[in-house]
Each structure stands twice: as C-alpha cells, then as structure tokens.
C-alpha cells in the first residue's frame, strides 16, 4: 500500500488541480492549509493499518501500567494516546515516528512499578498466554479436541434458559405454523396498511408495491449515530454521535431511499440432535452475521463461524433472496460486488450448519437474536455476551462488543472505515466468553 505524499510535496504532485503540475491553480495559503488537513483525515484511515495501530495501544498500555492505577484506566490513556499520535499523523511513516517518540516520553516518564501493578501485570500475561497461539502459529493444547470437551462443560453455567431467551427476543417455534418463528416482543414500528412501511432511519411513511418495491423515489435523510446523553452546564443535553447534532437536527446523511427492517419470520430450521452423542463433543462455536436492507427487510448477506481456537470455520456472503435496497456498507462492509451470482442462498447456508451444529452445540454471539432471526435458525443453546456483560441500567440496555472488547480485552475492533470484519466480531465474543470463564473460575475482582 503505497504511502500518502508528504505536505510539502503536495505542490509537486498535481493533487487538487485538474491539469497537473503545469497548470495547478493559484489559491491564496489559507485555504489551502485547510484543504490539506481536511484530505489529510479523511485518507489516513486507509494508511494506518489496524494491526499497527493495536501493537502501539498495546505498548502504550504497559507503559501506563506503570503508573495507573488499575488496568482500566492505563487502556484508556492508550487509547486517548493512540488515538492522538493517529489523528496527528498523514501516513503510516508520519504515524510510525510519532508513535516512537510517544513511547520513549512515556518511557523517560515511568517510574518503578510499584508490587501491586507488577502483579496486575503477571496477572494479564498469564490470561493472555492462555488464548493466543505459539510463535510456530500452532494452537496452545489446550484447543485439543479435550480442551473442547472441558470447555464445554465449563460454559454450561452460562447457557440462556428459556426465561431469557423470551425476554432477550430470541425468535422460537411457532406452535401454530411449522417452518415459522414467532418474536414474543417484536418493538418496531408497523402501519396496518400492507403497502406502508415505515423507514427505521427517519421514521417516515412510505409506499411500496405488492412485491415490496418503492412506488417512488423519495431521499431519506437520517442520523446514523445513536443518540448520547451528556452532562453540560444546566442539566442534561443528548446529541447524535455520528455528527454531534442535538437532537432533532435534522440528518447528517442522506441516502437515494427509505429502508425498513421487518425480518420474515417464515423458513426456519431449527437445529438437530447428534446422531451419535455420546461419541463427540457437541462443539463450541462462536458466529457473527451481517445483514443488508432488499425490499422485504433485513436479510442475510454474510455468515462467519469461528471455533473455540479462534479459526474461522465457516465464512460466506450470502445471496439475499429479494432485491437488495442498501448494502449498509458503512457497518456490514459488503458492496455489491461481493454478492455474486454464485453465493449461497440462506436456505444453503441452514444446511451447512446442520452439518456442524447440532442442538446441544453451544452457539456464542454478541445480540445473537439478530443474527439467528437473519439466518433463519431456531437454537436455544446460547451463550450471549450482551446478556453475560450486563448493563448497568439492566434490558433493554446492552453494552456494545467494541466497548466489551476495549473493557476486557484491550483491543479495539469495528475501527475501520470500511465496516464491521465478522471474523474479528465472532472471535472477540468468543474471548470475552473465554476471559469471564477464566476469571469466575478464579474467583478473583477485578
């Protein structure tokens, strides 16, 4: 990946003028500094790795470990530090030596741990060791098919029971329609005419045809962020977090039509039980899916499974049945190119998982009722990070994976510009499994 052009060579490249450097416009300074630093922060996520920028968070953290005092808040300073040498730097060179120097102050500025961090630190080396993979790229052997078995057996305590799969929204068997699923609190918003639907971005009523299709072009103008509550002087004030607009201004982005995220409840297979059960272990597994918005919904367009040893086990776009409305590229990271004619169908992807999946299998997933509602797939084996990292302010409310992840694993993930990587989304549910497992088994706080 070729390096973006220094700010004193901008001159020399052209950049900004139609003709080149012969016939590059003549603008007074000002205005040019700005367009340098706008090109500037919208191009650099594209030249900083994500690899890169986790060795520096992680490097900085042990710095701050030095003298924080807790793990928590020595992650938070990496990240505010990370986060500062990246949105200084051009290009991945530029971000490099900030990087380096950043690291020999923070160096120059730690004192001698004292007892207590240097345990907080043995402590973090040995969870760590536990899950990640030797220096020849082979699994620790713990990942054993024995390891399976053990791990199983250990995750039974956290398995959903029917009470919480009902209060989570989790879909189930419709007694009264065989292959159909039934949502015992289904929130969204419907009208009763069967050609309205109502937008699940703006809000808006709109029309549709009998096969689903918009009857007429009309733009939607949304909010992407969700709205976050701030402390300011006087009392309270919410603003959008996409663009930080109050709420109630109006959309920050705009797109050619309304979606709506109705899900069908028809075409359901539930998993089956093994054939032989007392000859294997049933498995663990951790999925993440994403979907796209087509003229009946949300639907399928991506599957990954991951197992207990991180390794992707299963990954496919998958073809949605009807035609599609938004890729939501901005979060599912899917174009169009990416769904190709020979992609399997949902229907495909149900049997693939049979084949695996069985109904004593344990399933691990982050709001893991979205992604069995897209795939079509009735599991009551699951172990929900949503539900075993509750919110402090209890359901509906639910802590996000990325904040999970940057909590208790100390990493950051849905970072990139180019959406959601469900490989990275299902291994990091499967950590977080992992790491609560551990850490109850020890009985130790945090």
Not at 74 to 100: D, G, I, M, P, Q
Not at 376 to 386: A, E, I, R, Y
Request: some cysteine; overall charge positive.
């Amino acid at each position: 990946m070729s390096l973006l052009p220094s700010v004193s060579a901008l001159g020399h490249t052209g950049l900004g003028s139609p003709s080149g450097p012969q016939g590059a416009l003549q603008v007074p300074p000002k205005p040019l500094t700005k367009r340098k630093v706008k090109q500037r922060s919208e191009r650099v996520k594209d030249k900083v790795p994500h690899d890169v920028r986790q060795r520096y968070v992680n490097m900085f953290t042990e710095e701050f470990l030095k003298t924080s005092p807790t793990v928590k808040d020595s992650f938070e300073k990496a990240l505010a530090e990370e986060r500062t040498v990246y949105n200084r730097s051009a290009n991945k060179l530029k971000y490099l030596s900030v990087a380096v120097n950043a690291l020999k102050r923070m160096k120059n500025q730690s004192a001698v741990p004292t007892k207590g961090v240097c345990e907080c630190i043995c402590v973090c080396t040995r969870v760590c060791a536990l899950l990640i993979f030797n220096s020849k790229g082979e699994h620790s052997p713990q990942h054993e098919p024995a390891w399976d078995a053990v791990l199983y057996e250990s995750l039974k305590e956290y398995i959903m029971n029917e009470e919480k799969l009902i209060e989570h929204n989790y879909p189930l068997q419709n007694p009264e329609r065989p292959g159909s699923a039934i949502l015992f609190a289904d929130n969204k918003k419907t009208v009763n005419d069967p050609l309205k639907r109502i937008c699940c971005r703006c809000g808006a009523t709109y029309s549709v045809s009998k096969t689903g299709k918009h009857t007429r072009k009309e733009e939607c103008n949304y909010h992407y962020g969700k709205g976050v509550e701030k402390k300011v002087p006087g009392g309270d004030e919410t603003r959008y977090s996409c663009c930080e607009g109050v709420m109630g201004a109006p959309g920050c982005q705009v797109f050619r039509l309304h979606v709506h995220d109705a899900v069908d409840m028809n075409g359901f297979v539930s998993s089956r039980p093994r054939e032989d059960p007392e000859r294997s272990c049933p498995g663990v597994y951790s999925l993440d899916c994403e979907m796209c918005y087509t003229t009946h919904g949300l639907e399928l367009s991506r599957i990954t499974v991951v197992n207990s040893a991180l390794h992707v086990v299963y990954d496919t776009f998958v073809k949605p049945g009807n035609d599609v409305v938004d890729f939501n590229t901005r979060f599912s990271g899917i174009s169009e190119k990416d769904l190709k004619e020979d992609c399997p169908s949902v229907g495909e992807v149900q049997q693939t998982l049979l084949r695996f999946v069985s109904v004593d299998t344990i399933l691990v997933g982050h709001g893991l009722e979205t992604s069995l509602c897209a795939l079509k797939f009735l599991h009551g084996t699951v172990v929900d990070t949503s539900v075993l990292f509750p919110h402090r302010m209890g359901p509906p409310h639910k802590l996000t994976l990325n904040n999970l992840t940057a909590d208790y694993l100390r990493r950051i993930i849905q970072d990139s510009v180019c959406g959601h990587d469900t490989a990275d989304d299902a291994a990091a549910c499967m950590e977080l499994v992992l790491w609560k497992m551990k850490e109850d088994g020890k009985g130790r706080k945090w």
